[in-house]
């Protein structure tokens, strides 16, 4: 509608354009409500708040249900478990909830603050080579099982390994990097010879694995693995296996050893089997049981392929569990860990403690 407006008299010139002005206003004010949408958009959400809906759009899909715990994000300052659970078959058992685990710290319960099932986290790996003279004849087969491990689990663009041999000292061949094609040249140059310092390359990896290169975005969380090809025998090393086994938790490395000892025995013409397990074996399980990894025992280069499979396997089927101590003292005692679970017929496996110092994650990167 348009409105004219004649002034009688130049002296109401300002009155009537001052008219004009509210009419207009009242028009435009009129029309922007006929346009506006219904209902207002909705506030941002906040923590806890379900986002509003517009009614003229379609309802949105129910939510696939998730644990009811926050979603991990930082979790600096609390102690940190990765747990694997197995049943009687050993297969790993993925449908477990918060309410089934139980976490004592020196006999002690404490409350879970955060849970997750879902542990997709960037990896981050160290490879460790034994190259020793005595494992010389055995130095292809470790190869072959180290460049079957980073086939099998390094994912482009996520995942990072480095590699370290070890000898008379171990030294870093190839730094942080997720391009399989520097590691797996780095793996194929290595030669044999010298004594053996397994301790020592344990304790230097733990040391590195404490500082990672992090993912860009706003998590920092990742995982810290140590896989270790060798026969366990140590000749060499300045620092004694508590010491390294001590860096390794106090890194939340978990440590997966893949022994190349040769000492199997056929019965009756079956399939050699792992009689026993003494000597470097024994070296590798403790290494392994402290920090809550596994050994594996290939007894030719055609078995490692499941054995890599299955370190694959079980680093994408874990439990993350966050817990604040309930015991705030950090007098840099060692504290004992056990988790458990109500279903019957299960096994958890996870680092057996750690070392109570302020903060409790690891110096940086998680």
Known sequence: MMIRVKAPHPIAVPSVLFLAVLLLSFAVSTRAQQVAPATPPPPPATSGDAPAQNPQQAPAKPATPQATTPPITSTTGLVHLVATVMDRRREFVTDLDQTDFRVLEDGTPQEIRYFGRDTDLPLRIGILLDTSNSIRPRLEFEKEAANDFLQHVIRRNKDQAFLMTFDNEPEVIQDFTGDLSLL???????????????????????EKLSNP???????????RVLV???????????HALSESVEA?????AAIYCVSTNTDWLAIDGDKPRKMHVEGGDKVLEEFADQSGGRVFYPYKVDDLAQSFVDIGTELRSQYFIAYS?????????????EVQTDRKGLNVRTRKGYYATSPTAPPSGK
């Open 248 to 252: 390794a938790i106090r890194a939340e």
């Open 228 to 238: 270790v090809i060798s026969d366990g025998d140590d000749n060499l090393s300045d």
């Open 184 to 206: 797996t040249d780095a793996i194929r140059k290595q030669r044999a010879g010298g004594g053996t310092a397994l301790d020592d390359a344990i304790y230097r990896a733990a």
């Open 325 to 337: 101590p309930s015991n705030p003292q950090s007098t840099g005692k060692y504290r004992k860990i």
């Open 213 to 223: 290169p992090l993912p860009k975005g706003p998590n920092p969380e990742v995982r």
